[in-house]
């Protein structure tokens, strides 16, 4: 079975962030290992840490080395919500691109109005 590569050449696995994200929070308020993650996603430890390693790149988790090759990982609740989706397409689209007009002036009012019906 041919598995798909990204554009360096490596191949794609089938985990997504959140997923490894979860992985990490189950294992809270601990900071985990990529063996743990792994386990708790059913992939390898490398996998995981690829990932891992993605998500810190991307500054979603944070790691620290704390021996010769040891590296633990956490979420930074400052930092992390819960739920964002960082790939979700709202925060791709053109500010203010709904298509009701809006009026500036009356800002508080809408965002009020908005806040009061959830």
Known sequence: MERDRND???????VTDEQVLDAVRTVAPEPATATEVGEELG???????????????DGRVERK???????????????????????????????????????AAKADEYL???LSNE
């Open 43 to 57: 992939v390898t430890r490398k996998a995981a840490w690829e990932h891992l390693t993605a998500l810190h790149e």
């Open 8 to 14: 360096k050449g490596q191949f794609t696995g089938s």
């Open 65 to 103: 080395k704390v021996g010769g090759r040891s590296v633990v990982w956490w979420l930074d609740d400052d930092r992390t919500t819960a739920g964002i989706n960082p790939d979700d397409a709202f925060w791709s689209a053109t500010p203010g691109s709904s298509e009701t007009p809006t009026d």
């Open 112 to 114: 009020a109005d908005a």
